[in-house]
């Protein structure tokens, strides 16, 4: 895999027209989290979904690492899918966490990603243009969108206003 400014641009278009498929299952995946944890999350529209694609893609250093993840799950297949079992789930795991951002983000979108993944149908995410229809990472690429978008993007509760552990240096 080589990757280029041009390879970036490609895969940011790509994630952004993805907004049809990623956004329903990162609400639903919003909707299984608040339900499990008794609050209420907000719903992503999609164009707050571009909003967040263009400003992830607007930071060349995880342009890129986003790019080379997407594309790799997007192409990656391995014959009778389960020898592969742990390279897609490791790439859907690191995209989920690259997109979300630094700690604590990154670990949670880690195991967000994980609850989108068992919800994600390998065989609706194949029929979609583009997905790398019928390979192993087809699935696993939807989660990881969903979940590191849905992690990045307010809309929790616990995430609005000042954080009550903040040390004002000042005073």
Do not use: K
Not at 7 to 32: C, F, I, Q, S, Y
Not at 131 to 143: C, E, H, I, Q, V
């Amino acid at each position: 895999m080589r990757v280029t400014p041009q390879t970036v641009r490609d895969e940011h278009a790509w994630v952004r027209d993805r907004a049809d498929v990623v956004v329903p299952v990162l609400n639903d995946t919003r909707d299984r989290l608040g339900r499990r944890f008794e609050t209420t999350v907000d719903e992503v529209a999609p164009d707050a979904y571009h909003r967040e694609v263009d400003a992830v893609f607007a930071d060349g250093e995880v342009a890129v690492n986003v790019a080379a993840c997407v594309g790799l799950l997007r192409d990656l297949d391995v014959a009778g899918d389960y020898p592969g079992f742990v390279v897609d789930e490791v790439l859907g795991r690191e995209l989920a966490a690259t997109i979300a951002g630094g700690r604590p983000l990154s670990l949670l979108a880690q195991a967000t990603f994980h609850v989108a993944d068992t919800h994600v149908d390998r065989d609706a995410a194949a029929e979609a243009d583009g997905a790398g229809a019928g390979t192993a990472g087809a699935d696993d690429l939807d989660a990881a969108l969903a979940a590191g978008f849905q992690t990045r993007l307010p809309g929790w509760n616990w995430r609005e206003g000042e954080s009550p552990f903040a040390v004002d240096a000042d005073g």
